[in-house]
């Protein structure tokens, strides 16, 4: 009975394996065989990726509404192109500085509102991106260009003849940056800062009254998602060469929430799944882009009705802290 559990055990860890393998070579290869229009296509496929996973751990691991996310992929943005075009600081060193300012303004902006739940804490959200936006707009210090924007942006340089400025370059990095990316947030969700998320999520007063400092680890998420929102707004700026206030709208931070909610809430690959959605269904059905909208919408409701979870919901390991609660409960009854 042992051994052929085990080996049930390594069939399935050698077909998960064997379908990562799959999915890595297809990613390597797909640059040298698709056009650079199709290329820039994957190239937005892995900027909403990494926005979807910046928002999965505020929305997915600890389950706080946030619909202002645009608002720190905009300063990740606006901080790489004013650094960059006016005191010439190049890009990849301006990648770890704009996910600092990102972070640093979610943690002064989300401090006093940290404490706010479900919909109140989504309202403020909302007005938080939106007073991003419009401050872009007004143009304060004669910094963000207005309206117009941010312009003459530099491409990311590793010294000398070694430019990123391709579309297969720039495919390479942002996927790179999202494989990353990836790594680190498995094993953040298998630390003891992603059990006190996901404590949070399930019961935040049960938590609050087991010792986890729930206002810590909730702005610790709002931190950490902004941090890589603004990494995602130093690729985009890095790419297009320039960065306007209309690319941070809300309806950016309503895809990003759409990502999250149609792959599944706390789940990294359901959030590639959503991302993939989100940025190809636009592309492949081109002719019907007037629809997009209804489209999005009816989507979001089937989700809704007939798969809540997700289209690849999370299975978290071990006990839920609501079950392991229940648990204790009727031991000491």
Not at 14 to 32: D, E, K, Q, T
Not at 59 to 85: K, M, Q, R
Not at 190 to 215: F, L, Q, Y
């Amino acid at each position: 009975m042992k051994y052929s559990k085990t080996l049930n055990y390594n069939g399935f860890f050698g077909s998960r394996h064997s379908a990562l393998i799959i999915v890595l070579g297809i990613f390597f290869i797909y640059p040298f065989i698709a056009s650079n229009y199709y290329i820039d296509v994957a190239f937005f496929f892995g900027i909403y990726a990494l926005l979807g996973l910046s928002l999965n751990i505020v929305l997915g691991e600890v389950g706080l509404f946030d619909l202002g996310h645009a608002g720190f992929y905009a300063i990740g943005a606006y901080t790489t192109a004013i650094l960059n075009t006016k005191f010439g600081i190049p890009i990849l060193i301006l990648i770890p500085v704009s996910a600092v300012a990102a972070a640093l303004f979610a943690y002064i902006v989300c401090s006093p509102i940290i404490h706010l739940r479900g919909d109140y804490l989504c309202i403020v959200t909302i007005g938080m991106g939106e007073i991003v936006r419009i401050a872009l707009i007004n143009n304060p210090f004669d910094l963000t260009g207005g309206p117009n924007g941010v312009f003459g942006i530099d491409f990311p340089s590793l010294g000398g003849p070694f430019v990123i400025d391709s579309s297969i370059e720039y495919y390479f990095l942002i996927w790179g940056v999202v494989g990353l990316s990836i790594v680190g947030l498995i094993r953040l969700q298998n630390s003891r800062i992603g059990r006190a998320w996901n404590c949070i999520r399930e019961d935040e007063v049960a938590a609050g009254t087991s010792g986890i400092n729930v206002r810590f680890y909730k702005l610790l998420a709002f931190v950490i998602g902004a941090a890589l929102a603004g990494v995602a707004g130093n690729i985009y700026a890095s790419k297009l060469m320039c960065v306007s206030p209309e690319s941070f709208t809300f309806w950016e931070s309503c895809l990003m929430f759409c990502i999250v909610l149609i792959g599944g809430m706390g789940s990294i690959p359901g959030v590639i799944i959503g991302a993939g959605f989100i940025s190809l269904f636009p592309e492949i059905f081109r002719p019907f882009a007037m629809y997009r909208m209804l489209v999005f919408g009816t989507v979001m409701i089937l989700m809704m009705m007939f798969r809540p979870g997700g289209a690849w919901p999370r299975k978290r390991g071990g006990v839920e802290f609501t079950s392991l609660l229940t648990r204790m409960r009727e031991k000491d009854a």
